[in-house]
T-cell receptor
């Protein structure tokens, strides 16, 4: 059983399109995250949700809109895609306080904007 | 704000060599420290962690000791294997519900 699963794994799309990435975790965790990994492998947090409530938004453009229908799901919708959005996006989850435990990551979604 | 700095990669070693990947951090309080590993085409996995000063985290032959006086959490392994080839990330978390990562160090082990 996959603990944190993301779909799709690969996404190629044209500039200006709107796309969504889905994430589900079956670990019963309260907190879910989206991270962006750039071409140099640098990882930066985008959003954090706790029990469906947004708690961290790291100055991400408002073209990116996360949605959490329940605490097991955190989807990422991106409007008007730009070339600079090309990256690998990772979903993750953890129990409430990640400082005391580990975060579990999905396999990533490689987004390519052409 | 909090930050993590890792040694520049890539690092290339021969099998059975000794490995050190340096990691230093900046934080206002007392963070928890982590090493995560990313194998090709996969997500990140926790390798080891330490939650307070002088704690030593260990797993799969890797070790790291939380050094508050030098704000460091260097990763070591006495004898690396080809299967250790991956990208290694040092990270911290300080209460806030997020991990702050270093830039990652790509490790390649040659047979």
């Amino acid at each position: 059983d996959t603990a944190v699963s993301q779909t799709p794994k690969y996404l190629v799309t044209q500039m200006g399109n709107d796309k969504s990435i889905k994430c589900e975790q079956n670990l019963g965790h309260d907190t879910m995250y989206w991270y962006k990994q750039d071409s140099k492998k640098f990882l930066k947090i985008m959003f954090s949700y706790n029990n469906k409530e947004l708690i961290i938004n790291e100055t991400v453009p408002n073209r990116f809109s996360p949605k959490s229908p329940d605490k097991a799901h955190l989807n990422l919708h991106i409007n008007s895609l730009e070339l600079g959005d090309s990256a690998v996006y990772f979903c993750a989850s953890s129990p409430y306080r990640v400082s005391n435990t580990e975060a579990f990551f999905g396999q990533g979604t490689r987004l390519t904007v052409v | 704000g909090d930050s993590v700095t890792q040694m520049e990669g890539p690092v290339t070693l021969s099998e059975e060599a000794f490995l050190t990947i340096n990691c230093t951090y900046t934080a206002t309080g007392y963070p928890s420290l982590f090493w995560y590993v990313q194998y090709p085409g996969e997500g990140l996995q926790l390798l080891l962690k330490a939650t307070k000063a002088d704690d030593k985290g260990s797993n799969k032959g890797f070790e790291a000791t939380y050094r508050k006086e030098t704000t460091s959490f260097h990763l070591e392994k006495g004898s690396v294997q080809v299967s250790d080839s991956a990208v290694y990330f040092c990270a911290l978390s300080e209460g806030a519900q997020k991990l702050v990562f270093g830039q990652g160090t790509r490790l390649t082990i040659n047979p």
